[in-house]
């Protein structure tokens, strides 16, 4: 606690940077609104119909065989829930849980690269070098910020607007605000240096005690539940940001499919129980949101996994959630429906989702959504009735 | 003017300049760099590593040890988990044993432009140890498939990073079986078009180079029976020809091998061209036709450029780089001696922010490999999240600043600097660091800072924290 009231000191000497840096980290906002976005990046492609297989499809088994989750937990319409997923399960009983099966984005090839690339800029063929969440933040209808979770920024939230910030634990011994004071002098005219520094300064007093939670290391389920802890944090804080961005890595599942999945569906669930706990009353105001660049093929591979598909799943959880519902439709199995006669085909397009909770979560105005935040998307209405 | 373009020599091409190096590259800096074009320049002791095949073995050795399958009870399922354990942390160790000697070498080699091309081509074919399978087989594969092949042709390397193990475990090549062969119809398995896809969208052609997914599924198919020996495989082979599989069956293991009965039969059509023939001759022709393939060597030199010249290098630049690879058939000596004699990546403005690794490493060659790790050199990388041999998709390591400079980025170098910096004031003044790792890089500003620090500690931090310093 020392420490942190420490570099509050230093902070105070640079308010006119941070503010501009990081207002929603650094400064209370004034009239906070208790409402939250969190944005979670399925990095790999989970496999949405092991996820939420629809059971009562007549060709899911003979697509699909071992892949289809016996012990599944039915939810509706024929569709059940993969009993790693408990919790999720409860949620969608208590209505704070709905899914978006075959949703996409515009995207139609199947590079994990370039969706990732084309999901996280809102773009749909060039890739640009600023995300759609950083373009958002620049037409906010508040003064709100946005942090990630992880070591690198995510392109969604890389570009000109300076209120996102990136956060993960210290391992090493902090250095003294003497040294950062000289450094943020040598970084006058290092616009890059000098932005991040700032930031991190400004993130690291609000993560607070959050070292001793074990995050750092490698990538991968291991770090679902801490990472989404940590995102709650942020959002606890009184005037924390709106938004968090987490990334979850590993679910590209070419081989070996069940076991990885068993191991990553439980790590989300257990994740997103953690992030909820960590809310408390906040929760009630929250949108979470989970989604994955493409899903994966509707039949089974040669080792037991599944190949780059088109249609995945969207996971929504939260209190804001309109909840108990399965949104969107199931365009069916059969070979005929099957896109290029392998893949799921895309039903909802996942702009429309990204809209609708910008839109009536936190308030976006529809036009910028249609032209500045998705360039070109007017096509792609916003999703009503999310929250 | 010379002793700027030796920092640049040896900062920008090399890996970081020890103490002496912007002295000795001076009065020729770009020979200097060329007389790093030699085969042998990449090339690093193995003493004390595994081999593919020895890693292969081991676990071998713990298969026949293991003897019944699991779940047959009690203490014996206890003991077998232990020598599991057991196999587990061999590997582990084995990988980091890979780690230190990688970075031993990088942060001593005389040859570090040498060092970089091997890094480039390494990273642009990654294998990374990802899980129980791979994680002993990156080290051994970027020792065995890679480091020999760099100054050689394009077709050469590509040839070998396919056809290794590491590579064909890595993207779940091992088990793609040909789906209309009698193993696939018995054994229920089929076709992985992983490696088909990653070949064409991140070795040779790029993303967006006009392929389709037919070629993908043609690719994958001309792929099948390649595969790596083992008892595992010689069991499937068997299984196709109606029988069961006997330890006689299995030839040593962790070779690649050509098994035919996984082969898809018949001939195959990639980008508009037949391939037919002897189903082992397919791939190889595939590889062939795509290592020279116009695209390749756009792609290639894309990258190329991007790596040695800015984050959005000009076309100049690309067009000679590409012509380079065109005219020479792909030979990667002629096209790393492009790049010593390309005037755009000379510029005297640092342009490329330094990858954690490169920070590390530059940081090792100017004042030592102790100072900069402390004995615990993964630990370091992974604190700056970028560990050798994990790169965190096929499409290896990002190379422009956006990805490394994030503010959580810059917090954790920051955090390193500062933890490193009071072991090198034991032996280092901060100032002659500076001069021997930037010479004339290095602006008045930082000279300054360093010069004013409040302690030779401080003077480190900023040193190592100066903008000359977190880029090349």
Known sequence: MMKLHRRSLLLAGWAATLVAVAPGVCADTGAATNRKLVIIILRGAMDGMAALPKTDDPDIHAHRGALVDAKAI??????????????????????????VPAIAGPYRERSHFA?????????????????????????????????????????????????????????????????????????????????????????????????????????GPAQYVPQLVAAGKFLAQPGGPQIAVVSLEGWDTHAGQNQALQQRFT???????????????????????????????????????????????????????????????????????????????????????????????????SGDLDSAIFRDSAAAKAMGGLV | MSR????????????????????????????????????????????????TREVFAARLDYAAMAGGPPGAGGADDEAQRARQQQVQRQAREGLAKEIEARSRHAATTPDSFAERWLRFWSNHFTVAARNAQTIGLAGPYEREAIRPHVFGKFAVLLGHAI????????????????????????RDAGLNENLAREILELHTLGVGAGYSQDDIVEFAKALTGWTVSGTQIARLVAAGRGRRGEQGDA??????????????????????????????????????????????ARHVA???????????????????????????????????????????????????FKTPEELLVSAARAAGPQAAFGGAQRQVYTSLAQAPFSAP??????????????????????????????????????????????????????????????????GFTLALMAPEFQRR
């Open chain 2, 393 to 458: 998709s096929p499409a290896g390591w990002p190379d422009d600043t956006a990805a490394w400079s994030g503010a959580d980025a810059i917090k954790k170098r920051l955090e390193w600097a500062n933890a490193v910096s009071q072991r090198m004031a034991r032996n280092h003044s901060p100032l002659a660091f500076v001069e021997g790792a930037l010479g004339d890089l290095a602006g008045e500003k930082t000279r300054q800072a360093v010069s004013r620090a409040e302690s030779a500690e401080q």
């Open chain 2, 163 to 186: 056809l290794h193990p590491g590579m064909l475990v890595y993207l779940d090549a091992v088990r793609s079986i040909g789906p209309s062969t009698q193993v696939a119809q018995r």
């Open chain 1, 267 to 365: 790590a989300l669930d257990t994740g997103i129980a953690a992030l909820k706990a960590q809310l408390g009353d906040i929760w009630k105001t929250t949108a979470v949101m989970a989604i994955s660049e493409f899903g994966r093929t509707v039949r089974i591979n040669g080792g037991g996994g599944t190949d780059h598909g088109t249609g995945g799943l969207a996971i929504l959880a939260g209190g804001a959630i309109k909840g108990g519902r399965m949104l969107g439709d199931w365009p069916g199995l059969k070979s005929s429906a099957l896109f290029e006669d392998r893949d799921l085909r895309p039903a909802v397009d996942a702009r429309s989702m990204f809209k609708g909770l910008l839109r009536d979560q936190l308030g976006w105005a």
């Open chain 1, 115 to 219: 969706a990732q690339d084309l999901l996280e800029c809102g773009e749909i063929s060039q890739v640009s070098a600023d995300g759609w969440l950083n373009r958002a933040l620049l037409k906010a209808p508040a003064a709100y910020s946005a942090v990630s979770i992880g070591p690198s920024q995510p392109l969604v939230l890389r570009g000109a607007a300076v209120n996102a910030t990136s956060w993960s634990p210290a391992v090493l011994p902090e250095a003294s605000d003497d040294t950062l004071q000289r450094l943020l002098d040598l970084y006058e005219n290092d616009t890059v240096l000098k932005a991040s520094l700032s930031a991190a300064l400004g993130a690291d007093r609000v993560a607070g005690s959050m070292q001793a939670d074990g995050m750092g290391g490698r990538a």
């Open chain 2, 302 to 352: 894309i990258k190329l450029a991007r790596h040695f010249v800015s984050d959005t290098p000009p076309e100049s630049a690309i067009a000679k780089l590409e012509a380079a690879f065109t005219k020479s058939g792909g030979d990667l000596a002629t096209l790393a001696r492009a790049v010593i004699n390309l005037d755009e990546a000379w510029a005297p403005g640092q342009s490329k």
């Open chain 1, 74 to 99: 039915a939810l509706s319409d024929g569709f059940a829930l993969h009993s790693a997923m408990p919790g999720l399960a409860a949620m969608y009983r208590a209505n704070e849980a709905a899914f």
């Open chain 2, 251 to 296: 030839i040593e293991p962790g070779m690649v091998i050509f098994a035919e009965p996984l082969h898809e039969p018949g001939p195959r059509t990639v980008l508009g061209k037949r391939y037919g023939g002897e189903g082992k001759q397919q791939a190889a022709a595939i590889l062939d036709a795509l290592a020279l393939h116009p695209a390749t």
């Open chain 2, 4 to 51: 700027l373009l030796a920092a640049i020599a040896a900062t920008r091409f090399g890996m970081g300049a020890r103490a002496g190096e912007i002295a000795d590259a001076t009065s020729d800096p770009r020979g200097w760099l060329d007389r790093q074009v030699r085969p042998g320049a990449t090339v690093i002791p193995a003493g004390g590593l595994s081999s």
